[in-house]
């Protein structure tokens, strides 16, 4: 890493020491569906929106989804969006995890799940199992794009491919949350607070002139 990777990543770990994943879970199982909701949804929302697909008592099985069937479930989850896909999906991976048992911390058996694809499965990865993983989200996309770390264009996955280039491994699991909360709170889509930003005097983008 050169200078300006480590004052980023020392940057932000200071800013967001105890970056904690937004989505509430209590399981692997639960993590899992919560991260299978939160495509082209807020994790706000689908916070409000679990609570009543899980169990209040205990962490969520795969019975208790397939007890309650994908009516019941498209129902529960039609707040998050593409609900039928979804309930697929979350419905799908309750069916595959009973029968084995688990949910696997491996890549492909991850991207195996109905539904799951390598966005979701690095979450999982990382997240829950403590694997180094990079999953870019839009917000992740956009700060590395604006920052010079990635030059992509709109191609998210070669962001992650270049951010693991520069980047150390021992960092990703901590930078990926903490790239997601400086996305939404300083490096915006619409009004970046650049005045504000303390990554401004190396951020390669530039209009951020317009915003200081």
Same mark, same amino acid.
């Given at each position: 890493?050169?200078?300006?990777?480590?004052?980023?990543?020392?940057?932000?770990?200071?800013?967001? &020491?105890?970056?904690?994943?937004?989505?509430?879970?209590?399981?692997?199982?639960?993590?899992?569906?919560?991260?299978? $909701?939160?495509?082209? !949804?807020?994790?706000?929302?689908?916070?409000?929106?679990?609570?009543?697909?899980?169990?209040?008592?205990?962490?969520?099985?795969?019975?208790?989804?397939?007890?309650?069937?994908?009516?019941?479930?498209?129902?529960?989850?039609?707040? !998050?969006?593409?609900?039928?896909?979804?309930?697929?999906?979350?419905?799908?991976?309750?069916?595959?995890?009973?029968?084995?048992?688990?949910?696997?911390?491996?890549?492909?058996?991850?991207?195996?799940?109905?539904?799951?694809? &390598?966005?979701?499965?690095?979450?999982?990865?990382?997240?829950?199992?403590?694997? &180094?993983?990079?999953?870019?989200?839009?917000?992740?996309?956009?700060?590395?794009?604006?920052?010079?770390?990635?030059?992509?264009?709109?191609?998210?996955?070669?962001?992650?491919?270049?951010?693991?280039?520069?980047?150390?491994?021992?960092?990703?699991?901590?930078?990926?949350?903490?790239?997601?909360?400086?996305?939404?709170?300083?490096?915006?889509?619409?009004?970046?607070? !650049?005045?504000?930003? &303390? $990554?401004?005097?190396? !951020?390669?983008?530039?209009?951020?002139?317009?915003?200081?």
């Amino acid at each position: 890493m050169n200078k300006v990777h480590t004052e980023i990543v020392s940057t932000l770990a200071e800013l967001y &020491p105890n970056a904690k994943a937004p989505l509430r879970h209590r399981s692997v199982f639960e993590l899992l569906l919560a991260v299978i $909701l939160s495509a082209q !949804c807020t994790d706000a929302r689908v916070n409000t929106i679990t609570p009543l697909l899980f169990p209040a008592e205990r962490a969520c099985e795969p019975a208790d989804i397939l007890a309650l069937g994908e009516d019941k479930v498209r129902a529960i989850i039609r707040p !998050c969006g593409y609900f039928n896909q979804k309930t697929k999906a979350i419905v799908g991976v309750a069916k595959a995890t009973l029968k084995t048992g688990i949910v696997p911390s491996d890549f492909d058996a991850l991207r195996a799940l109905p539904g799951v694809g &390598p966005k979701t499965a690095q979450v999982i990865q990382s997240q829950w199992f403590k694997i &180094p993983a990079f999953p870019v989200d839009t917000h992740i996309h956009r700060v590395l794009n604006r920052l010079g770390i990635a030059h992509s264009g709109k191609n998210r996955d070669k962001t992650g491919r270049e951010a693991k280039a520069v980047i150390d491994k021992k960092y990703w699991i901590d930078l990926h949350l903490q790239l997601i909360f400086f996305g939404r709170q300083t490096c915006t889509a619409r009004k970046p607070k !650049c005045g504000q930003c &303390p $990554l401004a005097h190396i !951020c390669k983008w530039p209009d951020k002139k317009k915003f200081i």
